[in-house]
């Protein structure tokens, strides 16, 4: 049995992102490294794209949006969602 966690955020770099995921013990996967968009760790993986957004009533302005999908182990893929989403709270910390 899997679970898949899917979470979108703005105003992340993605190399904080990987960085995050890094800390969480997480490493690139299928050999990738600095532009991969897979990470993986014992019992769950992470894969993500981004796209731009724009924002709403400003056309001229826009910001990279990342897609996050978490995927494994039911209690192992909550824990590692959860522990990611503490760190990008924190803007950077």
Known sequence: MTETI??????LPE??????LND??????DGQ????????APGWSVTWSRHTATIE???ALALTQFDLVFTGD????REAHDRFMR??????G
Do not use: F
């Open 6 to 11: 899917e979470v979108s955020l703005r105003g």
């Open 24 to 29: 969480l013990g997480a490493t690139a996967a």
């Open 33 to 40: 490294l600095g532009g991969a968009s897979t990470m993986s």
């Open 57 to 59: 009533g400003s056309p």
């Open 87 to 92: 760190k990008a709270q924190r803007g950077g």
């Open 15 to 20: 190399w904080l992102i990987r960085d995050y």
């Open 74 to 77: 039911p209690p192992l893929v």
